[in-house]
Structure formats: structure tokens, C-alpha cells
């Protein structure tokens, strides 16, 4: 009985030393795997960091572009209110003009040779001063001023004009 006591005791020692041996490789494995589940934790932590520094660089980017546009926006309301304080200084510098009275044809014609017009004349000095530089004129300004003849604003023959343009 002790034999077969002693021979049972030693095949589950074996047993047991083969046991061990296995739980030692799958614990070796797992230390391994583990350790490759860290290094793809760490890879991941990398990307992440990666893509928040690209996502910050889009932000600023879309922060640029806002003020940009705000700035174009802004430009854009500028111009427009140039254009239209320029449409009504046009339209006041030609109610201006139209009370002018100029003496003979000739004149008128001398005047459009190059293809300009006294309007078109007054319009472009006018249009080259700022908006603040800029003087108003009233009605009673505008009926006080003197007829001048076209020889003493354009001392010229028409010959001469002529040679000009």
C-alpha cells in the first residue's frame, strides 16, 4: 500500500511540476502581451497628443479666417458707404454744374473734344478729396457765384485745344 501510496504521490508531484510549468509560460506570455498592450497605449497617447496639436492649429487657423472675414465685412461696408456718400456728392456736384450757364456752343463743344465733359471734369477733382476735406455748399452759396467765360477759365484758341487732345 505505502508503494502505491508513494508512486500515486510522485505522478501528482509530476503532475503538479507540469502544472507549474505551464502556469509559468502563460504567466510569461502575459507578461509579454501585457507589455504590448503598453506600447500600444503608449503609441495611442502619441496620436492623441499628435491630433490635439492638429486640432489647435485648426482652431487658430478658423480664428484667422473669422478675423479676416470681419475685417473684409468691415472693408466692405466702408467701400459702400464711400460709394454712396461719392453717388450723392456726384449728384449735388451735377445740380451744380447745371446752374452754370456757358456762353455760345463752341464752348460746350471745345470742352467734350477729348471727351470730357465739364461734368466729368468737376466729378473726378471732387472724387480725389476725402469725405472729411470735402465743403458743402448751399443753394444761396451756389446762386451767388458769378458766371465766368469759358475764355477765362481755358485761355485757348480752339487751334490750341485742338494740338492738346
Known amino acids: 500500500d505505502t508503494a ?3 508512486e500515486e504521490s510522485v505522478k501528482n508531484a509530476d503532475s503538479g511540476v507540469k502544472i507549474t510549468e505551464e502556469v509559468a509560460v502563460s504567466l510569461s506570455q502575459i507578461v509579454n502581451r ?12 502619441a496620436a492623441s497628443k499628435e491630433q ?22 468691415a472693408n466692405s461696408e466702408e467701400s459702400a ?14 445740380a451744380m454744374v447745371g446752374s452754370f450757364k456757358l456762353s455760345g456752343s463752341s464752348t460746350r463743344n ?11 471734369t468737376l466729378q473726378k477733382r471732387h472724387a ?30 480752339e487751334e490750341e485745344l485742338a494740338t492738346i487732345f
Open 110 to 120: 471745345t470742352a467734350e473734344a477729348g471727351g470730357l465733359t465739364a461734368t466729368h
Open 81 to 94: 458707404s464711400a460709394a454712396e456718400e461719392l453717388n450723392n456728392q456726384a449728384a449735388e456736384l451735377s
Open 128 to 157: 480725389s478729396h476725402r469725405v472729411s476735406d470735402r465743403q458743402k455748399y448751399s443753394p444761396s452759396q451756389i446762386k451767388s457765384v458769378r458766371a465766368v467765360q469759358a475764355k477765362e477759365l481755358i485761355p485757348l484758341d
Open 34 to 45: 501585457t507589455g504590448k498592450v503598453g506600447d500600444l497605449i503608449a503609441e495611442i497617447a
Open 52 to 73: 490635439a496639436l492638429g486640432i489647435e492649429q485648426v482652431n487658430t487657423a478658423v480664428a484667422q479666417m473669422n478675423k479676416v472675414t470681419q475685417q473684409n465685412a
Open 4 to 6: 502505491d501510496m508513494i
